[in-house]
């Protein structure tokens, strides 16, 4: 966060691709009550220190996510993530088995009202569908919505699991 414009960010992403692909995909996504603006940077790298900022107040500006739970991009070895564009559906998977529709519609229902809620059925090595009931689709009345609450609750610890959220295609 810049500490004189605090409605702005550097982000360093590992290549320009990443970075390229942010750009692209979230500029004008809706997110409390302002749309996104995203430009490169005049500057190569993110300086994450400053010797007139100390304490909390620098805690609060810096901020290193490489090894972070939150961290969606892995080692260029690994299959890239796709890139979805902002929708009003949530993708939401690593789910407790035993959390029912009205556990997940509350952890959701801060955000604004659950329009849509289905839980996914995977298949087995065989093809049959199963009831692990570990991945769902929800859906928020707008884009920001779902935004904030992608912002909010991806990797939020449900019952034990990091639950993950995205956007979703379907």
């Known amino acids: 966060i810049l500490f ?9 992403f590992e290549t320009p691709e990443y970075a390229e692909n942010a ?17 490169t940077s005049k500057h190569l790298t993110v300086q994450a220190s400053r010797s007139d900022v100390e304490g909390d107040e620098a ?39 035993h959390v029912t529709e009205e556990d997940l519609r509350a952890v959701f229902e801060d955000h604004g009202q659950v329009s849509r809620l289905k839980f996914i059925s995977t ?5 049959a569908s199963t009831s692990d009931r ?5 859906e928020l009345p707008t884009v920001q919505d779902a935004a904030e609450a992608l912002c909010a609750q991806h ?3 449900v019952d034990g699991l990091r639950i993950r959220v995205s956007f979703s295609t379907s």
């Open 23 to 39: 750009r692209m995909t979230l500029t004008g996504c809706p997110l409390w009550d302002r749309s996104l603006l995203i430009s």
């Open 59 to 97: 805690s609060k500006l810096f901020g290193e996510y490489t090894s972070s739970p939150l961290h969606r991009y892995r080692p260029p070895n690994n299959r890239p993530v796709p890139s979805i564009e902002p929708s009003s559906l949530l993708h939401v998977s690593n789910i407790p088995a």
């Open 123 to 127: 298949r087995d090595q065989q093809g």
């Open 134 to 138: 570990k991945m769902a689709l929800v």
């Open 155 to 157: 990797a939020r610890v």
């Open 4 to 12: 004189n414009k605090r409605d702005s960010a550097l982000i360093q």
